[in-house]
């Protein structure tokens, strides 16, 4: 997971990126056809909401970019939170959907480019407050640590790591179904 302004770049191109992989599935079933639907339900389901609920319960000042207190934000707001980023996949991987069955591709294409530089450069941005592990309170004091000196550190790489496994395996399954599908 990164932190929520990242994440919601991140989110809406992953599905824009999930629909390009099942292209073939999707031009020829529709975008809720299976399997391709199902892989990305599950991917919604047992990867985007878990690391999400677990950063904003556990690393709320983080994953808030030290930018809201999370002590102001009622703790019944990550219901709708967590929904939000699963409903940026799914809307992601519907406006994909009906790019490619309209024949613009290439829309899509440009779209999860300029969504993937538009990250980079708001990750660039916000690099201080990502390498830092602090609370709110905290860092607006400029107290802080490095992020690797605490048990924050290791989320993100976990989380990173984890989402970078199941996004390849995803796109994998999605490409190798869209091909299934393109040759009946």
Request: glycine residues 10%; charged residues 10%.
């Amino acid at each position: 997971m990164i932190p929520l302004p990242l994440a919601c770049l991140f989110h809406l191109g992953l599905g824009l990126g999930f629909a390009l992989a099942a292209r073939g599935r999707i031009r020829a079933d529709g975008p809720y056809a299976s399997p391709a639907f199902v892989v990305l339900a599950a991917h919604v389901g047992f990867v985007v909401a878990p690391l999400c609920l677990y950063f904003y319960l556990v690393q709320p000042d983080w994953t808030w970019l030290y930018w809201v207190a999370p002590t102001r934000v009622p703790t019944l707001a990550i219901v709708p939170l967590v929904v939000g980023h699963a409903a940026l996949v799914l809307a992601g991987w519907l406006l994909g959907a009906r790019l490619l069955r309209a024949g613009r591709q290439r829309l899509a294409i440009g779209l999860v480019v300029g969504l993937g530089a538009a990250l980079v450069l708001a990750a660039a941005l916000a690099l201080p407050r990502l390498v830092t592990a602090a609370s709110y309170a905290g860092y607006h004091h400029g107290v802080g640590r490095g992020l690797m000196s605490v048990e924050l550190g290791w989320a993100v790489v976990v989380s990173l790591l984890a989402t970078t496994v199941t996004v390849a395996y995803s796109v994998v399954e999605l490409a190798r179904d869209g091909r299934r599908a393109r040759t009946r």
